[in-house]
């Protein structure tokens, strides 16, 4: 496995997700492992064999977590994870129900392989750990965490996303609308704090690109409820029917995966939009659909 160096003693293995790797005071932390088993298997052999290896992740979403077992089993590695995120960490079928709102096949979701993970523990941020400072970066899932170095490096996550996989998927998987607005929000009010971000999915960034991916998140997340209201001003429709409108409105493909997952988002959106007074569910035969109030 190639590492590239971020400077001050980090290496990063890429992927999407990359990995973040720090050897500290004799042990080996490691953030994000990847979504692959064979990923695991790699990242154990390319690294230092006698040194205590730590995982942490930053939530607990299948392409983040499938090379856990197999670098566990490996090396021995100890996991731990935000407490929020933990017990989704563990089990395969809350981890579904809480991405999707229900227990989903297989076939249905599979971005990578779904295992459960052996927790060992769980911290709640903002805390220190090992090089880091863990810290809440709450909107892609309820627990996200961010990690920090005292030298500025920060593990973002899926915290946002590069530019080139925003403008793929349009609508990027968010669990709460709000809160995500507020972390990029805030990311963007200390990037030039940071030494370099990186995403978990994107580019490795700093400076004046940090600030532009950034700011291409929140223009994403900000143009949504203009997005919705257009369409919602035609008439009454669903949530999964506003998301399809959206997505094929900003050129994305339309699968049964891409309306799982944006919808996600778009739920989110219209209950903000509905605590906010601009939109309003009602209950037809045909389901649940929203409009303008
Ligand atoms: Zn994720």
Do not use: Q
Not at 2 to 25: H, M, N, Q, W, Y
Not at 228 to 246: D, V
């Amino acid at each position: 496995m190639e590492f590239r160096k971020l400077g001050k003693g980090a290496f990063l293995a890429p992927g999407s997700p990359c990995t973040l790797v720090i050897p500290f005071d004799g042990e080996m932390w490691i953030v994000d492992p990847g979504a692959y088993p064979e990923r695991g298997e790699e990242l154990a052999r390319s690294l230092d064999k006698g040194k205590r290896k730590i995982v942490l992740i930053t939530h607990s979403h299948s392409d983040h977590l499938a090379a856990i077992p197999k670098l566990v089993e490996l090396t021995n590695a100890v996991v731990a994870c935000p407490y929020l995120e933990s017990c989704s960490a563990r089990s395969v079928e809350i981890r579904k129900a809480l991405d999707y709102g229900a227990k989903r096949s297989d076939k249905l979701t599979k971005i990578a392989p779904a295992l459960p993970i052996r927790i060992d523990e769980s911290f709640n941020p903002p805390c220190k750990l090992g090089p880091f400072e863990s810290i809440p970066l709450p909107g892609h899932s309820f627990g996200h965490v961010g990690y920090l170095t005292e030298d500025g490096l920060l593990y973002a996550g899926d915290a946002f996303f590069g530019d080139k996989l925003l403008r793929t998927v349009v609508v990027p998987y968010f669990i709460d609308y709000e809160a995500s607005l507020e972390t990029i929000r805030n990311l963007l009010d200390n990037v030039r704090d940071y030494r370099k971000i990186v995403p978990s999915h994107g580019p490795v960034c700093e400076g004046k690109r940090a600030e532009d991916i950034l700011r291409a998140n929140l223009v994403t997340l900000e143009m949504l409820p203009k997005k919705a209201e257009r369409i919602l001003e035609r008439g009454p429709i669903s949530a999964e029917g506003l998301t399809a409108h959206i997505l094929v409105e900003g050129g994305a493909n339309i699968s049964v995966w891409s309306l799982l997952i944006s919808s996600v988002t778009i739920k989110s959106l219209l209950s903000y939009m509905f605590d906010e007074g601009e939109v309003e569910p009602i209950a037809t035969e045909s389901g649940i659909l929203w409009k303008i109030r």
